[in-house]
């Protein structure tokens, strides 16, 4: 992509200011998962709410690479339609997210990847160990969902959020990784720090070595240290991702 691509000012017509903000903070959120490479071709999904209209969300089109997506092109869906390919969606994308941002009115971003650290985590029956303090973010707050196949069957969703629960993260057994949060920069982080996590658990696990887990004392408090810093200096964090990708490429803003 052109890195000095012309970025418009002007929002569309019919476009509410909430609404263009929340389409380029996911466009960002799609171009931050290329640029760390957990993107699979045109595969895997990240949605958000669209603000004013809570039934309303966005997600990529079916067949644009990640680096493609900008904020124009995000699809607007109704979560509560029954949509394919045939309507320009990606089926099990939507299965997924529409569920999930139906159920869960707290949430306003999810990020669903498919790396293969991320499906292998998810075929260990320990799981996601506490043996790292990206880990920790996830203490007593990561839920897991049995591999049903390809996600399309609208019947997975109730069993999907009642597996997800109040949580803010999922690990999708043999399939992959799912993290939600209010905002995309909520959703975007805790997937970074998800997919660190279990990067470092299957190296130590592949050294055959015994693991020092952390105390669940620890990881108590940890946890909470880590949800008062998110909603502090760490929300500042979204401006630099977002300052990174603009030295790279500007287009996701149009």
Not at 66 to 89: F, H, I, P, R
Not at 127 to 142: D, E, K, N, P, T
Request: proline letters at 2%; aromatic letters at 8%; hydrophobic letters at 40%.
């Amino acid at each position: 992509m052109n890195k000095h691509a012309k970025v418009s000012d002007a929002i569309p017509a019919g476009i509410s200011q909430g609404e263009w903000q929340a389409r380029v903070d996911l466009a960002a959120v799609y171009r931050l998962t290329a640029h760390y490479g957990w993107d699979d071709v045109i595969y895997n999904h990240s949605s958000m709410r669209v603000p004013g209209e809570p039934r309303m969300f966005l997600m990529k089109k079916h067949d644009l690479l990640y680096t493609e997506v900008t904020a124009s092109n995000l699809a607007k869906v109704s979560m509560d339609e029954d949509l394919d390919e045939k309507s320009g969606v990606n089926r099990p994308g939507f299965t997924l997210h529409g569920g999930v941002l139906g159920a869960r009115a707290d949430v306003n971003c999810a990020v669903h990847v498919h790396t293969n650290n991320g499906m292998a985590i998810g075929a260990l029956k320990g799981g996601l160990r506490m043996v790292s303090q990206q880990a920790i973010r996830f203490y007593q707050r990561i839920g897991y969902h049995a591999y049903e196949g390809i996600t399309e069957d609208f019947a997975e969703r109730e069993r999907i959020n009642k597996d997800l629960g109040k949580n803010r993260a999922m690990i999708m057994n043999h399939h992959g990784l799912l993290t939600v949060g209010k905002t995309a920069r909520e959703s975007f982080v805790l997937m970074k720090a998800l997919l660190d996590a279990v990067d470092i658990q299957m190296k130590l696990e592949a050294t055959k070595g015994e693991l020092v887990e952390i105390p669940p004392a620890v990881c108590a408090k940890t946890a909470e240290q880590y949800e008062h810093h998110d909603a502090g200096r760490g929300s500042h964090d979204w401006a630099a991702y977002l300052r990174m990708l603009d030295n790279i490429d500007t287009s996701y803003r149009n």
